[in-house]
């Protein structure tokens, strides 16, 4: 766990070293308070969908991402932004409908961090399975910044997980694929499949799940925030 | 900066919820993108309204109940649903509360984006109005409802006590009672006090059978350990006093002294409409003439259903709960007479009793199930048990079925192989015309006996039934010969001679091809539903249908169910016999216009039905 004096440890080693101007905007603003009670912190969701799994190989083909404010989901501040790409959208095509013929307007890659460090000043970031997503957004701010991507995170997988684990009941095998965790919860299916579809979909389930785990009962951001 | 954009999922949701699936594309993809989501946890106290800020609610997942500030039950939301529009449009503060029954997602939509669409969007806003509307008009109702339930004995007992000294003889006592026309009098001491009671059951009992002389003073005779009530008390603490007590007299006191008696006629009087009270009487009968005089009672309590403005949903419900408990009764009555069954058996309900969905007319469609151990002697005690409820509900109204579907009939009493093999024959080899007259038995129920025995049945049915493309090809032929009378100019088509010249048969075509549609939906998935609305619903969150579609459905299956209801209770009114012909002439302008909307929803339902389940197969 990062407690908060690491986290502004960076803020400041990064500032130090990071002459980018958006990306120096973004350290400044205050970090969310890990002590409040977590319906205190506004939370960013956030989907990508990439060319494949590997960070040194595959590309980023689009993000998608929508606010939670006062544990509301506000689709007034979704966006869908499509990434340019030097490789072809190729076989993965086939699983999120990104085809080569789409990416005409497609914004380039830093365009598109750039409109996601605005969105994502001051809040938590929301990931299904952050590790991947954010090995991505890692490399991929490395790259234009010159930093490491400095956010808390919360995890909606890794909450599930906790709460499977707590209440084994020999429930193992249960999926912990975004759709499973939401049936779970008597979500609804969403068939359609892009990054912001997902982004939303991740923001409903922790809404779900929080409402569940803790109901009004008061809890500190710090015990949700996985890193 | 940043450009809102639409979220496909939500916005397909909301075009399926009227009035947003009329709004033109534009609003309504600006409606979709501005939507906020929240969840909320049943149990969660108050969490759910936003005081400060009213905004419009949609249920997306979920259940929720509001009510108003006294507690009262206005309104039950479901997925599509709305809640929070009344301060939106009366600019009052909120002051519902909201309930939340089931866990769920809910959308909402600023004040703001309410209000313009309203005003961009007629349509719109007079769905809110009509909505707001009804929900006033349930609250009306939902307080008469509990008026019965507050209702003191005081109100009932108009009449004063007819009361005697406990030094009058037997004989007078008796002249005064036939006199008054009551069956008790109260006997007070000198000062005005209760003191005991006697009714005609002691007359008879302790006077005549013991041989007393009519002179013998009531002292000697009366009933002195007393149950009373208070005029203050509840009718329902009143009802359960005498349920307890065993009792049919109960002496009403203010202050002590009596001021009044509550029988259990007044009882009846004072809620007629009580469908419980009716089916309490009827497990009281032990004889099929007094059956017969219950089920009197039942066009009074259909009746009183229409005027208290119940859905026909509700009124279908309660008349089939009440065939249950008379099919039921008969059964002990038979079972009393013949002795215990020598076998397992199911008395199966068909048709509209299976459905739930009985009006005011009903023929009987049963049959029985035997345990597969049955012998050609168990059957004929099971013929005797068929004839005798046959004849009994025969004699209370329900007519024998003209198609002989009844449990009197052999191939309808059948132990559970041969009901198998009678089912599979219809499923496996079906034909358009076997299948004709065979679509009442896909609605069967377990009214009486063995569930395991039922459920054997009914799992093989439906698994035989599930994705069984031939057999739904046969039956959705079968239902697409009934149309709505509906002709190419939007006339209606009426009967050309006869006695219901110029009338339809709302049952034929309208309410039976909705029946068929969410049947045919139900097999095709092997569903055990069997009630028509909860089959549409199960269609819509099974993908079978849209959501839309089933909801359209359901509204017009409500809307002709509920015009048939209010022409049968205006004949049984006038004392005529009730059918299900109606002339649309005699109906009002906006009626005339609903009834067509609700028949093209029918229609365009059968062609969806024509393409999903006889592509090329007819």
């Known amino acids: ?227 | 900066m940043t450009v809102s954009v639409e979220v496909a999922a939500i916005r397909e949701f909301l075009a399926g919820c009227p009035p947003f699936d009329e709004l033109p594309a534009e609003m309504l993809g600006r409606a979709a993108s501005k939507v906020q989501i929240a969840y909320y946890r049943a149990g969660d106290p108050g969490a759910v309204l936003d005081y400060s800020s009213p905004r419009l609610y949609v249920v997306r997942t979920g259940a929720f109940e509001v009510r108003d500030s006294e507690g009262q039950l206005l309104d039950r939301v479901e997925p599509g649903g709305y809640f929070g529009y009344p301060s939106l449009l009366t600019g009052d503060a909120i002051t519902n509360q909201l309930t939340v029954i089931e866990d769920g997602l809910v959308y909402q939509l600023d004040g703001d984006l309410f209000q313009a669409l309203r005003s961009a969007f007629r349509p719109f806003d007079r769905f809110f109005n009509r909505a707001h509307a009804n929900r006033l008009r349930h609250a009306v109702r939902f307080r008469e409802q509990s008026y019965q339930l507050t209702r003191r004995v005081g109100d009932i007992c108009s009449r004063q006590p007819v009361v005697a000294l406990a030094g009058q003889t037997v004989a007078e006592v008796a002249k005064l009672m036939t006199a008054e026309r009551v069956s008790s009098v109260i006997v007070i001491d000198d000062r005005d006090r209760l003191y005991g009671l006697v009714t005609d059951r002691d007359l008879r009992i302790r006077v005549v059978a013991e041989g007393r002389s009519a002179d013998t003073p009531l002292a000697d005779i009366m009933t002195t350990d007393l149950v009373s009530v208070s005029a203050e008390s509840l009718v329902f603490e009143a009802t359960l006093l005498m349920t307890e007590h065993n009792i049919h007299h109960l002496p009403v006191l203010r202050d002590g002294s009596p001021v009044g008696m509550v029988t259990t006629t007044d009882l009846i009087k004072a809620q007629k409409a009580d469908p419980v009270l009716l089916i309490g009487e009827i497990g009281h009968q032990e004889t099929v003439a007094g059956l017969q005089r219950v089920s009197r009672d039942i066009p009074e309590l259909l009746g009183s259903l229409i005027r208290a403005g119940a859905s026909a949903d509700q009124v279908g419900r309660l008349l089939t709960t009440v065939t249950d408990a008379l099919t039921r009764q008969l059964i002990h009555q038979a079972m009393g007479k013949l002795g215990a069954a020598p076998t397992a058996f199911a008395w199966l309900a068909f048709g509209s009793q299976g459905r739930q969905d009985q009006a005011a007319i009903s023929d009987q469609d049963n049959g029985l199930l035997l345990s597969d151990g049955a012998t050609g002697e168990d059957d004929s005690y099971f013929k005797a048990l068929a004839t005798y409820v046959n004849d009994g509900l025969d004699r209370c109204g329900y007519k024998y079925c003209p198609g002989e579907v009844m449990a009197t009939t052999d191939r309808w009493r059948q132990p559970l192989a041969g009901w198998k093999k009678q089912f599979l024959g219809w499923i496996n080899q079906p034909s358009t015309k076997a299948l004709m007259h065979a679509s009442i038995f896909f609605d069967m129920r377990c009214v009486f006996g063995d569930r395991v025995l039922f459920s054997d049945l009914q799992q093989t049915v439906c698994s035989a039934a599930r994705g069984n493309e031939i057999f739904l090809a046969n039956l959705t032929a079968n239902a697409l010969k009934l149309t709505p009378p509906m002709g190419f100019f939007k006339h209606f088509v009426l009967e050309h001679s006869g006695e219901h010249k110029h009338a339809f048969d709302m049952k034929l075509r309208g309410i039976m091809p909705i029946n068929d549609i969410a049947r045919i939906h139900a097999l095709a998935t092997g569903s055990t539903e069997i009630h028509t609305l909860a089959r549409l619903r199960e269609a819509a969150s099974n993908r079978q249908i849209t959501l839309k579609d089933a909801r359209n459905l359901i509204d017009a299956h409500e809307f002709i169910s509920r015009l048939r209801l209010e022409h049968q209770g205006a004949m049984l009114k006038a004392g005529s016999k009730p059918d299900n012909y109606l002339d649309p002439k005699t109906l009002s302008s906006l009626s005339r216009h609903q009834l067509r909307d609700a028949f093209a929803v029918v229609t365009s339902a059968q062609a969806a039905l024509r393409v999903k389940f006889t592509r090329g197969l007819m």
Not at chain 1, 14 to 42: I, N, T, V
Request: glycine share 8%.
């Open chain 1, 1 to 227: 766990m990062l407690a908060g004096w690491t986290y502004q440890l960076k803020q400041k080693r990064y500032l130090a070293r990071c002459q980018h101007g958006r990306m120096r905007e973004y350290l400044r603003a205050a970090a969310p308070s890990r002590k409040a009670d977590f319906r205190k912190s506004c939370y960013l969701a956030v989907d990508l969908e990439m060319t494949g799994m590997e960070v040194d190989s595959d590309h980023i083909l689009s993000i998608g991402f929508v606010p939670i404010d006062n544990m509301r989901v506000m689709l007034a501040g979704a966006r869908h932004i499509l990434v340019r790409s030097s490789l072809g959208v190729g076989q993965s095509a086939v699983i999120h409908g990104i085809h080569d013929r789409d990416m005409v307007g497609a914004s380039s890659l830093s365009e598109a961090m750039d409109c996601l460090l605005e969105a994502l000043q001051g809040r938590v970031l929301l990931l299904h399975y952050a590790a991947l997503d954010l090995a991505f957004l890692q490399e991929a701010s490395q790259r234009l910044y010159g930093v490491p991507l400095l956010a808390m995170v919360v995890d909606t997988l890794v909450l599930e997980n906790q709460r499977l684990q707590r209440n084994s009941t020999g429930q193992h095998g249960q999926g912990l694929r975004l759709s499973d965790c939401r049936r779970r919860y008597n979500l609804p299916d969403y068939h359609a499949h892009n990054a912001l579809v997902d982004a939303v979909a991740t923001a409903e389930l922790f809404l779900a799940q929080v409402a569940q785990w803790f109901g009004r009962e008061h809890a500190s951001l710090a015990r949700i925030v996985s890193g």
